[in-house]
């Protein structure tokens, strides 16, 4: 294993073995889409880009089965950022265009206005749907930050 030259061998050691842990739970879990991120994480910081690169695709394919288009649109643009020559990887970046436009559209039909019926206050750290659930991409969000933070903490990543 080769390690960057700004990171200590005690840290690369840490991500090494974060690198495990989320290869084992990715493999597990395949749409578990935020440890994918973190695995992806895991390998940029320790300079395995083919690696990153396998990663992405994953992630890719995680936040499209999960319908998070948008997700799945800027991983395509990041990956190409890195391999711009990817032909896989631009018309999976049309498609998801394509989808996303569709998926714009439908949610709205353009005969219909858009009615709020009331009023919703929100306050600061309160859930912002009207019945008091959360919406799952504020859990997804939760979710992330509370992960980051624990891995954070304990610096695993």
Do not use: W
């Not at 643009?77 to 631009?90: H, K, M, T, V």
């Not at 959360?134 to 695993?156: M, Y």
Request: glycine share 6%.
């Amino acid at each position: 294993m080769t390690k960057p030259t700004h990171m200590s061998e005690e840290e690369a050691q840490q991500l090494q073995r974060t690198v495990e842990m989320f290869e084992a739970i990715t493999q597990a879990q395949p749409d578990d889409y935020q440890s994918i991120e973190i695995l992806k994480e895991a390998y940029n910081n320790l300079g395995r880009k083919e690696d990153s690169l396998r990663v992405s695709l994953k992630l890719t394919e995680a936040y499209e089965k999960q319908g998070q288009v948008f997700k799945a649109i800027l991983e395509c643009e990041g990956i190409l950022q890195d391999y711009p020559d990817e032909a896989n990887i631009r018309k999976r970046l049309t498609n998801l265009e394509v989808q996303a436009k569709l998926n714009v559209g439908d949610s709205i039909p353009p005969s219909e206005p858009t009615v709020v019926s009331k009023p919703v206050t929100i306050a600061p750290g309160s859930p912002t749907t009207p019945s008091g659930a959360q919406s799952p991409a504020q859990l997804a969000e939760e979710g992330d930050r509370t992960l980051a933070e624990v891995l954070i903490g304990e610096k695993l990543v």
